[in-house]
């Protein structure tokens, strides 16, 4: 039968090239033609078992991704939760000094005997004011082990004084900022990691463009997502952060104003003892 027949025959018979092969191919008793098997839409665009184009969860859209876009995303898991531990850490610690310095200045201006304050709070003070008067009270207990202060010693012990202060402030001011900085560095890094993410999601979506010739939604739609899920990433680790930092920042330098400012008062209690010691 010749190409012109056929194709008379097919008009004549109203028959679609389909059903004309599975009509022909029936004629032919050694030949079984194999069953039609629907198309599922639902598939189309399909990228890896489980996972549709048109599913854009969260936990769809990490196990889409390549390995660059899931190393981003964990990246930027990771940040913020260890950003927001540092947060709350750091928030209780700081109210949790604030109250402590509160009652103990509430002692120490009482009246209370120096001497007996030293006594009560022990070899181990659990926060840093009260770790500045015992350090000072032990250099004030050692310059007068050796017997009676001259009054050509007393500069020398100030200075000792307010060195033994002034290192163990800082000491305690390094120990509260720990991990502070973390906070810093996701705010300002985090954006640039979430736009790398979005950058590389997009170039997915125009691979997969020249790969399929087809400019569809269902080609274009999961790299855009991808993209887009970095860059909300990003900013959700980095705006936290910035704003913490900025006001566990301000909550530390005032206290640290406040250590030393008690340094400083309590500087000048003991040089009065001293000149009163060695006159």
């Known amino acids: 039968m010749e190409l012109h027949d056929i194709a008379q025959w097919l008009m004549s018979h109203d028959l679609s090239a389909l059903h004309f092969l599975t009509h022909f191919l029936a004629q032919d008793p050694g030949i079984e033609p194999a069953p039609l098997q629907p198309v599922?839409?639902?598939?189309?665009?399909?990228?890896?078992?489980?996972?549709?184009?048109?599913?854009?969860?969260?936990?769809?859209?990490?196990?889409?991704?390549?390995?660059?876009?899931?190393?981003?995303?964990?990246?930027?898991?990771?940040?913020?939760?260890?950003?927001?531990?540092?947060?709350?850490?750091?928030?209780?610690?700081?109210?949790?000094?604030?109250?402590?310095?509160?009652?103990?200045?509430?002692?120490?201006?009482?009246?209370?005997?120096?001497?007996?304050?030293?006594?009560?709070?022990?070899?181990?003070?659990?926060?840093?004011?009260?770790?500045?008067?015992?350090?000072?009270?032990?250099?004030?207990?050692?310059?007068?082990?050796?017997?009676?202060?001259?009054?050509?010693?007393?500069?020398?012990?100030?200075?000792?004084?307010?060195?033994?202060?002034?290192?163990?402030?800082?000491?305690?001011?390094?120990?509260?900022?720990?991990?502070?900085?973390?906070?810093?560095?996701?705010?300002?890094?985090?954006?640039?990691?979430?736009?790398?993410?979005?950058?590389?999601?997009?170039m997915n979506s125009f691979r997969a463009i020249a790969g399929t010739h087809n400019t569809s939604l269902d080609v274009v739609a999961p790299g855009i997502a991808e993209a887009l899920f970095a860059t909300a990433l990003g900013l959700l680790a980095a705006i936290p952060a910035v704003i913490f930092y900025n006001s566990l920042s301000t909550k530390l330098s005032r206290y640290s104003s406040r250590l030393e400012g008690f340094a400083d008062e309590f500087s000048a209690i003991l040089s009065r003892q001293l000149d009163e010691r060695a006159r």
């Open 40 to 202: 599922d839409t639902n598939t189309v665009g399909q990228q890896g078992p489980g996972f549709h184009a048109n599913d854009f969860s969260f936990w769809s859209l990490f196990m889409r991704a390549d390995l660059v876009g899931k190393s981003v995303i964990v990246i930027l898991i990771v940040a913020s939760f260890w950003s927001w531990a540092i947060i709350f850490d750091k928030w209780w610690r700081y109210s949790s000094l604030g109250s402590k310095a509160d009652r103990f200045e509430a002692v120490f201006w009482s009246g209370k005997s120096l001497d007996d304050l030293y006594q009560n709070l022990g070899a181990k003070p659990d926060h840093p004011m009260a770790t500045v008067f015992v350090a000072a009270m032990r250099e004030w207990r050692r310059s007068f082990e050796a017997g009676t202060v001259t009054q050509s010693l007393a500069p020398s012990i100030r200075q000792r004084l307010d060195k033994v202060m002034s290192v163990t402030i800082s000491r305690e001011l390094t120990s509260a900022e720990r991990y502070l900085s973390f906070l810093a560095t996701v705010g300002s890094t985090a954006p640039f990691v979430g736009l790398f993410g979005t950058v590389w999601g997009i």
